[in-house]
């Protein structure tokens, strides 16, 4: 291989995306990829962050984000969110599916500029089928409208589709086998910026052991879609000494959304 091709792509790659393109290949996609359903909006994490496009070749990183590449699940299946829900409601890849009621997809408007990214479906989620429907999620809504939103503007979802009994915390091989449904949707809707909801939500969708206290008031990159943490609405029923920082959060996300200064 000639020596320089490394130094061509580099280049190559800075130049596409500073004029702006998200998606590109070096060569066709093999059918084979295609056929796999082979994600396109995600980039390698082991490479320059910014680069978009799907490889031929997995990285084999265990830690790389690609499903393909650390041996990780995918979802392929659905263009628009109705296909990809119809595809994966009577999900069984975990044994959450042997326990749930109903399958949590998500709920909002289905172009929405901001996600807002929680845990798993609690008890009353799991009887309606619909994502913080429960008192975090009143809570929730009240937060959305602080920064003079509506819920039905943003998608909330979950990073577990299906309540953990009990609702302990989700196990590491249920995030495994999940979390590709909702890089799926984050694919499909495209979000200015996501909303992490609490320490489980950070540190699932940014691979990182931080502390929330160490995540807040960042703009993380979460390939190429920018990233706030805060605390999660069931942690500010429990201690209200904490709305002060969330309302600061929250400032911050809407300030990083579109510029809007809320006092
Ligand atoms: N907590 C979550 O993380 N998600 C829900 O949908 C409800 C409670």
Known sequence: MNPDIKKYAALFVAQRIEIGE??????PRVP???????????S????DKKTFGKPDTACGDAACRIPECSGGETV?????LEELHGAVKECLRCSLGDT???????????????????EAPGAEEDNQGLPFVGRAGQLLTKMIESIKLRREDVYIANILKCRPPGNRDPLPSEIEKC??????????????????LGRISGQTLLRSTATLGALREKVHDYHGVKLVVTYHPAALLRN????????????????????????
Request: one cysteine or more.
């Open 240 to 263: 209200p000494q904490w709305k002060r920082p969330t309302w600061e959060d929250l400032k911050f996300l809407r300030r990083e959304y579109d510029g809007m200064e809320i006092s």
């Open 44 to 47: 390698h994490d082991t490479a």
């Open 100 to 118: 749930r009621t109903r399958f949590v997809f998500g709920s909002g408007n289905p172009h929405a500029p901001i996600m807002f990214i929680g």
């Open 32 to 42: 084979s990829a295609a056929a796999k359903g082979v994600s396109m909006a995600f």
């Open 22 to 27: 998200k998606e590109w290949f070096f060569q």
């Open 76 to 80: 392929s299946s659905g263009e628009t």
């Open 179 to 196: 979390e590709p449904i909702l890089i799926r949707q984050i694919e499909i809707i495209r979000p200015r910026i996501i909303c992490a």
